[in-house]
């Protein structure tokens, strides 16, 4: 007997329509509600009115072809969280090694076996579901209003010690979203024991990479800190080729960018220059200047929440120091 899916909504995505109307079958037997579209645009369309529990997609096809579909749907904050799987007679590892990295959940070869290629859409429904119960468990901005607030009340309402002047570092470093009041009763008060927290806060953090465009993050972090940059006299260089791109968490990302431009800010002798360019499959932005007042503690502790915070999307940071006194942030991501 077939198990009921009527709950569930599948898009089928493939320019010919045979193939279509055999998994169209295929999935009619186990009671799904399909949807298809003959292309990668139209599979597009159909996701501004639709959002399917999961869609197959095929990857030869014209004009835009399944690897770029799905890069365009990760890349879209209302449809980046769909399980998709791609169907193909295409099978070597590049092939595979491919999707995976545009964002697919899935790789099933044809011919593919019937009742294989149900259990995958079935498990990969699941997990989204598990997916999503997570994440309406982790705190949000703006759930977290009250928790944050009580961090700025903590900072004010004490003399200014070192401790206190490190939770203000903080608020910059990590994801507002983060922050609770777990922040507040540390027994280690020290830069290590601010830098342990955010390890174990990030533990649980679930991640969603997404296509991001780094020319529209910096505008943004620029504009958030310009009040800064004003009362400091900072001119900034900017030298991008194109608009470059990341693959990241849009929050982890703007963390660990605003934590390194607004640091670069406070310590800069007024000129900041931000570069990146893009080396194989890595994008590396390098944010340089000449410190004048550095602390090296607050420095490092700064980099050190940075790193942690990209290492959870498989990049890394680094600090390099010149003898002139130059300090130079880079962020390294995959595109």
């Given at each position: 007997?077939?198990?009921?899916?009527?709950?569930?909504?599948?898009?089928?995505?493939?320019?010919?329509?045979?193939?279509?109307?055999?998994?169209?079958?295929?999935?009619?037997?186990?009671?799904?509600?399909?949807?298809?579209?003959?292309s990668g645009q139209q599979a597009l369309d159909v996701?501004?009115?639709?959002?399917?529990?999961?869609?197959?997609?095929?990857?030869?096809?014209?004009?835009?072809?399944?690897?770029?579909?799905?890069?365009?749907?990760?890349?879209?904050?209302?449809?980046?969280?769909?399980?998709?799987?791609?169907?193909?007679?295409?099978?070597?590892?590049?092939?595979?090694?491919?999707?995976?990295?545009?964002?697919a959940n899935e790789f099933v070869t044809k011919p593919?076996?019937?009742?294989?290629?149900?259990?995958?859409?079935?498990?990969?429904?699941?997990?989204?579901?598990?997916?999503?119960?997570?994440?309406?468990?982790?705190?949000?901005?703006?759930?977290?209003?009250?928790?944050?607030?009580?961090?700025?009340?903590?900072?004010?309402?004490?003399?200014?010690?070192?401790?206190?002047?490190?939770?203000?570092?903080?608020?910059?470093?990590?994801?507002?979203?983060?922050?609770?009041?777990?922040?507040?009763?540390?027994?280690?008060?020290?830069?290590?024991?601010?830098?342990?927290?955010?390890?174990?806060?990030?533990?649980?953090?679930?991640?969603?990479?997404?296509?991001?465009?780094?020319?529209?993050?910096?505008?943004?972090?620029?504009?958030?800190?310009?009040?800064?940059?004003?009362?400091?006299?900072?001119?900034?260089?900017?030298?991008?080729?194109?608009?470059?791109?990341?693959?990241?968490?849009?929050?982890?990302?703007?963390?660990?960018?605003?934590?390194?431009?607004?640091?670069?800010?406070?310590?800069?002798?007024?000129?900041?220059?931000?570069?990146?360019?893009?080396?194989?499959?890595?994008?590396?932005?390098?944010?340089?200047?000449?410190?004048?007042?550095?602390?090296?503690?607050?420095?490092?502790?700064?980099?050190?929440?940075?790193?942690?915070?990209?290492?959870?999307?498989?990049?890394?940071?680094?600090?390099?120091?010149?003898?002139?006194?130059?300090?130079?942030?880079?962020?390294?991501?995959?595109?």
């Open positions: 007997m077939a198990t009921d899916n009527s709950q569930y909504t599948v898009l089928v995505v493939d320019d010919v329509p045979v193939n279509i109307l055999l998994v169209k079958g295929m999935l009619a037997k186990q009671k799904f509600n399909v949807i298809s579209a003959n996701l501004t009115h639709e959002h399917p529990d999961c869609i197959l997609l095929d990857i030869l096809m014209p004009n835009m072809n399944g690897f770029e579909t799905t890069r365009v749907i990760r890349a879209n904050i209302k449809t980046r969280d769909i399980p998709i799987i791609l169907l193909s007679a295409l099978n070597s590892d590049s092939d595979i090694k491919e999707g995976m990295e545009a964002g593919f076996v019937q009742d294989r290629l149900i259990a995958s859409i079935q498990n990969q429904i699941k997990n989204a579901a598990a997916n999503r119960k997570e994440l309406e468990m982790m705190p949000t901005a703006a759930s977290n209003y009250d928790g944050t607030m009580r961090l700025l009340a903590f900072v004010a309402c004490q003399k200014q010690d070192q401790f206190s002047r490190m939770l203000t570092e903080m608020a910059l470093c990590v994801p507002i979203d983060l922050v609770n009041d777990d922040l507040l009763n540390l027994t280690d008060q020290s830069a290590q024991g601010l830098i342990d927290w955010t390890v174990r806060r990030m533990q649980n953090y679930y991640v969603r990479n997404a296509k991001i465009s780094v020319n529209d993050t910096l505008s943004d972090v620029i504009n958030l800190i310009k009040p800064a940059t004003k009362a400091c006299g900072v001119e900034w260089d900017i030298q991008f080729s194109g608009d470059t791109s990341v693959s990241a968490d849009p929050s982890l990302f703007r963390a660990v960018i605003t934590n390194l431009m607004a640091y670069a800010c406070r310590m800069s002798d007024g000129n900041i220059k931000v570069t990146a360019t893009v080396d194989g499959g890595l994008t590396s932005i390098i944010i340089s200047t000449k410190m004048i007042d550095e602390n090296i503690e607050t420095t490092d502790m700064r980099v050190e929440i940075a790193l942690e915070i990209a290492s959870k999307m498989n990049g890394a940071v680094v600090c390099d120091r010149n003898d002139d006194g130059t300090c130079q942030f880079q962020i390294l991501l995959q595109i």
